[in-house]
């Protein structure tokens, strides 16, 4: 007797795809009503349904030839690919190689259009441009990235993923210019392909990724069982993209999360206070996070606003020697990754700035050392001859950049000192960048507080972040405040760096008290040198509730404005 299912309706916007057998997808296509995919590591070219991950080896016996392969197009009855200085071509009736060209560095990508090939080729710098007839080079334009890059075509536009920056770009496919730029949800995008859904009759973007993750294996014949190592991990996932023509930013895949923020009363040393208030900011509402619900924890508070802020206030009118306490704040928070498309052009000329932002945005309130001669010489030497903003403002990044190194600290020293030992935590870097920034004209103000830790796999489960974080945004007239990420970007000793975070964030970024302190104790006999870790011990958790569904013009409109149009 045959057992009979009903089939349920398959919501492929928010599906990921985990083909079985692979093991680092370099290559992504669409053929008929499937995914082409390539396998690097084991020479696979793969027929995948994404409606069932049901993984077909297309051919067995020439995976010799594919080993090592990267990108993936489909043009007629061809199959192109790259594989270190060699272009080839083969047939899915024949799938043996066929060479086209050699170049004189390794290609990434590959994509067949009409009558040329597009070759993705890292180490020149250029996406290069062959007629298929003759192999003849048309012409060549930058690559919009730094990482190693693939491609498709789409709607007589070049597509291009970038697997460190972690953007896929939007290109004019005759002279290279980039429309836009999306953030991928995930790391280390490899591949991307527009897969036509046979229900919807919508073109889905597909991102495929491919990571080496660590994992604590259980060896039971070591006398230690527990033993970390790392494993390869590749699967496809869609990426939602919206554009906001008017305010010149995109939104990607976003995700449903619940954050608390607790304070466990803990004081070090017996302390008597009096009227005692304790004030945490709550997380923003910005055009990438919706806040949808805050509830107190343990206790009640009051809201107050400050500097167009929401803040939560706790009040105690004694706290006695050892007294405890637990008390704190749980969200329900919408969060995207957003980026900004704006270019040194669209800002060549702006009106003015607010009048009332050089008091507050251009001055030393943050123990910022501004009128030291090392950070005056510092501000001096970042902007060089510059004028434009933007790129006034990724000079002084690159510069901070150039002269400092990442380490974790148990204090923050003021930027002078921190510049001068040349490594800095994410606080550090905020306090040199916004002293620079300031120093040059530029309004900063801090922002951030966390990041939920990256792992939207892990529905309902709690998460815990190691650190806290800091990053900063700066203020463009006529545009507004953009973000810009402290440290993270920092990735190669002395560049290229990434401008993946440069006017951009991640969906696990979150905002929490733009410009004010995102956490402060009064009272009327409080001792000058007493602090909240003196005083408590805090609790940060999250939980990835759902993937959000793509955005509607209307679901644009509630959080952006009626000129926002989803792609």
Known sequence: ???????????????????????????????DDALLGLDTVRGYLLRINPLTD??????????????????????????????DHDIFWCTLADPTPQHFKTLPYPANGVVAHESVLYIACQKSGYILIFEQETGTQVTRFPAPGMGPENLTIHQDQLWVSDRTEQTVYCMDRATGKVHYSFLTPYPEPTALAFYPCPDTGKNLLYVSYAVEEPYIRDDPNSDDPHQLTFRQKTFIHPLHLHINETEKYTLSNGYLIEMCYVEEMSPLEAVTLQ??????????????QKVVQVEPFG??????????????????DTLKPNEGAIFGWKALIEVRGIKYFLSPEDVAKIPPMPIDFASHYLIDDDDLSMDTPIIREAAAEARGTETNILRKMLKIRNYVYDRLSYGIKPHIDTPDVALDRGIGSCGEYVGILLALSRLNGIPCRTIGRYKCPPHQDLRNV???????????????????????????????????????????????????????????????????DLSIGDLALNHIRFKVLDELPPLTIEDATAIANPDAIQV
């Open 1 to 31: 007797m045959q057992n009979s299912t009903v089939s349920q309706p398959v919501d492929l916007s928010r599906r990921t795809v985990r083909p079985i057998g692979a093991y680092a997808l370099h290559g992504l296509s669409c053929f």
């Open 54 to 83: 049901d993984t077909t080896l297309l051919n067995p016996h020439h995976v010799d030839g594919f080993l090592d392969a990267h990108g993936l197009s489909v043009g007629g009855d061809r199959i192109w690919f790259t594989q």
């Open 275 to 288: 009227q005692l208030e304790w004030r945490i900011a709550l997380p923003s509402d910005t055009v990438r």
């Open 299 to 316: 206790l009640p508070f009051t809201e107050e606003m400050q500097d167009g802020q929401r803040i939560a206030v706790f009040r105690f």
């Open 462 to 528: 709690t998460l815990e972040p190691d650190f806290n974080h800091v990053w900063l945004e700066f203020y463009i007239p006529g545009t507004g405040w953009v973000p810009m990420e402290s440290n993270v970007d920092d990735v190669v000793d002395r560049g290229p760096y990434p401008t993946r975070f440069f006017m951009g964030l991640a969906w696990y970024h979150i905002e929490i008290g733009k410009g004010v302190s995102f956490e402060k104790i009064q009272a009327v006999d409080k001792p000058d």
